[in-house]
């Protein structure tokens, strides 16, 4: 059997993975609408005061895909000029699939409302030792954000992979960093509005 | 005299390249000997001549290909662009 889910782009066409890439992040979008979580940039969230607009979340979601996207198909074309703009995008869509973990831990506030109260307790150990429950429950998410970032950046590299034909280890080198240097310049873009 | 076996490219003893010193006529058993080397496709593996032959029964067209594969079209491509560079080396050497 051909494993269609760990080779997504080797199996499935394009339109079927540009599909399922903007369906999943348009239901993250309504989702967030019960969070307080911004998705400021592909690698990082943020807490907020209150429940994001949805024209925020959508705004969000277009600005940090398409930075990643444009960075990406650039540094494809230079290695391969026959990269193709549709299979970047589709790398970037699927591979930030498994980054919606931080809005889906977040519904109703469920994450940021643990966080506040741990912090508050911090100074008092009677108190902590009474959040002993969350603490783990928290760690254990840590861990999953983790995990999420790994598949992350297991998908983003296969599908960088087959849009580009990437082979040399400098490239792969450039690629991580790149990566690294969008997410962190995406997090100041979005922090304008 | 009709045989099915597979040309064999390389030999198994030592993996170097094959060549053909003999040609042998079916009807009037006649034979020829001398040195012939093999002609390029036949020196692709098994798989690649058979993406050759896909490739040219699809007109040249990798979309074609690729959706009937039911592979994406870079991976396609991707095969294709390997196989050219095998060819390149094949005719350098
Ligand atoms: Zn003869």
Redesign the pocket.
């Given at each position: 059997m051909k494993n269609y889910f760990l080779k997504p782009f080797t199996y499935f066409q394009e339109k079927q993975l540009l599909l399922f890439g903007l369906s999943l992040g348009l239901i993250s979008c309504i989702i967030q609408l019960t969070t307080t979580t911004r998705v400021i940039a592909l690698l990082k969230a943020i807490i907020t005061e209150e429940n994001p607009p949805f024209v925020q979340n959508i705004a969000d979601f277009i600005i940090t895909t398409i930075t990643m996207v444009l960075a990406l198909f650039i540094f494809g074309k230079m290695i391969n000029a026959k990269t193709r703009f549709i299979d970047i995008l589709n790398t970037v869509l699927i591979a930030r699939i498994p980054l919606y973990l931080f809005i889906i831990g977040d519904i109703n506030s469920f994450i940021t409302k643990k966080t506040k109260v741990i912090l508050d307790s911090i100074s008092n150990p009677d108190e902590m030792a009474n959040q002993f429950i969350d603490i783990i429950l928290l760690t254990v998410f840590g861990f999953l954000v983790l995990l999420s970032l790994i598949i992350f950046g297991y998908y983003i590299y296969q599908g960088f992979k087959t849009a580009t034909h990437l082979k040399k280890t400098s490239h792969i080198i450039i690629f991580v960093i790149l990566i690294l240097f969008i997410d962190f310049l995406t997090r100041l873009l979005t922090n304008l509005y | 005299m009709k045989t099915k076996h597979k040309l064999p490219t390389h030999c198994p003893s030592c993996i170097n390249k094959l060549h053909v010193t003999q040609l042998?006529?079916?009807?009037?058993?006649?034979t020829v000997g001398g040195q012939f080397n093999l002609p390029l496709l036949s020196q692709l593996t098994q798989e690649e001549q058979d993406f050759v032959l896909q490739f040219f029964l699809y007109s040249g067209s990798l979309k074609q290909m690729a959706q009937q594969m039911n592979i994406s079209y870079p991976t396609v491509r991707n095969k294709l662009d390997d196989m050219i560079e095998h060819i390149k080396k094949l005719q350098n050497l």
């Open positions: - | 042998a006529c079916e009807s009037c058993e006649t």
